[in-house]
């Protein structure tokens, strides 16, 4: 697989915006692109539109009062319920059976449009993009486990799992999850704080590596981690995985080059002999090229 270098740099540059300014439909549908070099990102961000547009015409249609916005006076309840109805029941929108689950297709927006379905990450996109259409402010939310919804409006704070058909998680439940990762001990971060749009495409691209890995797709891989770190420039573990695949696939001087990048920006690296190792491997596969 080789990079699609427009999709590439269109990606750079929204990467250059402000953080809040990130148009994550935008961003995730360019991450596609490289996999579908012929993508429309403008033809997939109008049907995203035209979903929360059709949402939007339903609820008004229905609404007795008129003239006051998307929905009418429909309570947040009252719009959540029609959100779930709307994708899940007439459009369909599901997570993989188990066997599909690590599909990379599940990664990429235009095909959770195409096929409705998803990982939680991507039909939390879509719920998020949808249910603004109608009002509803929510935000992507990087637990433990996978990946949630938080409504971020004035009213009480509800988590939704949109891979669940947009259902409440209980604090109860968000706690026994968090308990199973972290033990009672204090998590290291909170894993209730809405993600920002880095940290939103960054779990997007590494659910996308995973899935490349799984089916051995190591060119894939190699360009996802491309992606990671433009994502995130300090995420030096991904350096070393990308020199590490470099090693597989036979670009040797790369390799070498990667990893020793790694350890120079993570001198004290716990895994730093056996890193050193990889590179003198490549240093004598080098060798035996020339």
């Known amino acids: 697989m080789k990079p699609a270098p427009a999709a590439r740099a269109a990606l750079d540059r929204l990467l250059r915006l402000p953080e809040p300014e ?5 961003a995730a549908l360019l991450i596609a692109q490289e996999e579908y070099p012929e993508l429309d990102v403008r033809a997939y961000l109008a049907r995203l539109t035209a979903l929360g547009h059709q949402l939007a015409r339903a609820l008004s249609t ?9 929905g ?21 929108f599901h997570g993989p059976r188990d066997e599909e689950f690590f599909d990379p297709r599940n990664s990429f927006l235009n095909d959770v449009l195409d096929r409705r379905t998803g990982l939680p990450i ?22 433990p486990g996978h990946f949630l919804v938080k409504t971020i409006d004035d009213g009480p704070e509800l988590l939704l799992d949109p891979f669940n058909r947009g259902r409440e998680v209980t604090w109860v439940e968000a706690i026994d999850r968090i308990e199973k990762v972290n033990g009672k001990k204090e998590p290291p971060e909170d894993y209730t704080e809405a993600v920002t749009p880095r ?25 996802t981690i491309d992606r990671l770190l433009m994502v995130h420039p300090t995420a030096h573990w991904e350096r070393r995985d990308r020199g590490l695949l ?3 696939t036979g670009a040797y001087h790369r390799a070498g080059a990667e990893l020793e990048a790694y350890l120079e920006a993570v001198p004290g690296a716990d895994d730093r002999e056996s890193v050193e190792r990889r590179i003198e491997q490549a240093r004598q596969l080098a060798a035996q090229l020339n």
Not at 62 to 70: F, K, L, M, R
Not at 72 to 92: D, I, K, Q, V
Not at 122 to 127: K, P
Request: charged residues 25%; glycine residues 10%.
């Open 246 to 248: 470099l090693l597989k």
């Open 199 to 223: 940290r939103f495409l960054f779990r997007l691209l590494a659910n996308l590596k995973a899935a490349y890995l799984r089916e051995e797709k190591f060119e894939e891989a190699i360009a």
């Open 62 to 70: 229905y609404s007795q009062t008129e003239g006051t916005g998307p």
């Open 122 to 143: 991507t039909l939390a996109l879509v719920f998020i993009e949808v249910g603004r259409a109608i009002g509803l402010e929510l935000a992507g939310v990087n637990f």
């Open 72 to 92: 009418g006076t429909w309570t947040r309840s009252e719009r959540l319920r029609a959100l779930r109805n709307f994708l899940y029941g007439e459009h369909g």
């Open 22 to 26: 990130i148009p994550l439909a935008e």
